[in-house]
């Protein structure tokens, strides 16, 4: 029976898989994914044919992945696998398979749609999100729970157990070349070991750890998890998780219990956290009715509201917008050189500005405590005065065509000539 490698390979299943893909791709910072995006472009469904082919076949290859030793804002590393286009295909018709609303391809799949829907678990799965974990944890707070306990995995990428995953996989699902081809997918080999160092440590080992940056580690570590995810949702104990953020609630009495059974877990999967008091701030322990953060929230008996963190965040992020367009139109003005496209000056500044606050507000649609949008607003008027006030002073003393670059209209005697074929160089001008 093979009626899940066989739905991976579907045309249209592929084709699904190619159109999710470009889209996360299309603006990458990559030169070898971008080339290897237009490639396909040129023509998709020879490449996704080829594609099909191979999975059919059983000939497919995983590529070695890029490894990147990404910074982290506090100065850490984190490890990021860089996939091809092609296998982040692959994975993304994978993905689709095991989230099938299809009862058909749900009957070989076994336990799997239990274990990956689990009630309290958000990240990762179709139809949740952020917005559906706060408000389980509303619900949850306005249904008795007094006492929390949040906390925040360590390393957790490269510590999901892998080898026990794809086990896991293979003894559930009635396929075995899919099962076959979902380890294959989430193991990780680097093109570039040497060039890491000892960054190398950052990424997954031969049996333990996924990928960031595959399609499939998330699921992989919400598989990893189903017995933590069980154990804190039953016996009257409750925990909502988002990947590797959890906040457990309960009775005052039972929280530090609560806490202890959450690390005895974590360690039998080879797996820690951080803990209350351990001078990490990524951990505490409290009375719902004083509040606490969670994924940017700030979750109160008065209401959902952006965290203070993320408001200080975001505000810092705009400051910096703001810094570079001074320096844009500081240029201007000083040289007078023509205007191009990309420069951040008045007009467009106030444009990504826009593009920013509207989405930092969309992503905070679902609060319900609104004071701090009219905070964070007050905030933002200030830094628009100041920047409006300063432009003002800048433009007074240039000529009318160094004022327009300085707004960011553009001037036609700023166009760059094209040069075609033999044209007189008086017809070109």
């Not at 490698?5 to 999710?20: E, K, T």
């Not at 058909?104 to 829907?117: A, D, E, F, S």
Request: proline share 4%.
């Amino acid at each position: 029976m093979a009626e899940l490698a066989l739905a991976v390979s579907d045309l249209d299943n592929l084709y699904r898989a190619w159109r999710d893909v470009r889209a996360n791709v299309a603006h990458t910072a990559w030169p070898h994914i971008t080339d290897e995006m237009h490639a396909i472009d040129a023509a998709p469904l020879r490449a996704l044919r080829e594609i099909q082919t191979a999975l059919r076949q059983h000939t497919y290859e995983f590529s070695k992945k890029h490894g990147y030793a990404k910074r982290k804002s506090g100065g850490s590393r984190r490890g990021i696998a860089i996939h091809s286009v092609r296998d982040r295909i692959v994975q993304r018709a994978i993905l689709d398979v095991l989230y099938t609303a299809d009862d058909k391809l749900k009957k070989p799949l076994g336990p799997l749609p239990t274990v990956l829907n689990q009630p309290r678990s958000f990240a990762g799965i179709p139809g949740k999100g952020l917005p559906q974990a706060i408000a389980c944890i509303v619900n949850l707070i306005e249904t008795g729970a007094h006492a929390y306990v949040y906390s925040d995995m360590k390393d957790f990428f490269p510590c999901v157990p892998r080898e026990e995953v794809a086990g896991f996989i293979r003894a559930n699902v009635n396929d075995a070349a899919f099962a076959d081809l979902f380890e294959r997918a989430v193991t990780t080999e680097l093109n570039n070991v040497a060039a890491l160092g000892s960054f190398v440590e950052l990424f997954p080992g031969p049996a333990i750890g996924v990928a960031q940056g595959s399609l499939l580690s998330v699921l992989a570590g919400n598989i990893g998890l189903r017995r933590f995810d069980e154990l804190f949702n039953t016996n009257g104990l409750a925990m909502v998780r988002y990947l590797d953020d959890f906040v457990i609630l309960a009775n005052w009495e039972n929280i530090e219990r609560a806490f202890a059974l959450a690390q005895e877990e974590l360690a039998r999967l080879g797996m820690d956290c951080y803990a209350p008091g351990d001078g990490s701030q990524k951990a505490f322990l409290g009375r719902v009715a004083d509040g606490f953060d969670f994924l940017g929230c700030r979750i109160h008996p008065s209401g959902v509201s952006p965290s203070s963190k993320n408001r200080r965040k975001f505000l810092r992020e705009l400051k910096s917008v703001l810094a570079q367009a001074r320096q844009e139109i500081r240029a201007f003005k000083s040289d007078g050189a023509p205007r191009r496209r990309a420069e951040q000056t008045y007009l467009q500044t106030l444009s990504l500005l826009d593009r920013k606050i509207r989405g930092w507000g969309d992503a905070y649609q679902f609060v319900t405590n609104r004071v701090t949008f009219a905070q964070t607003d007050v905030a933002i008027d200030h830094l628009l005065t100041d920047f409006r006030l300063w432009f003002t002073r800048q433009i007074g003393a240039v000529d009318a065509r160094t004022q327009r670059r300085m707004w960011g209209v553009a001037l036609l005697a700023d166009t760059p000539p094209q040069i075609v074929g033999n044209v007189p160089k008086s017809k070109r001008a």
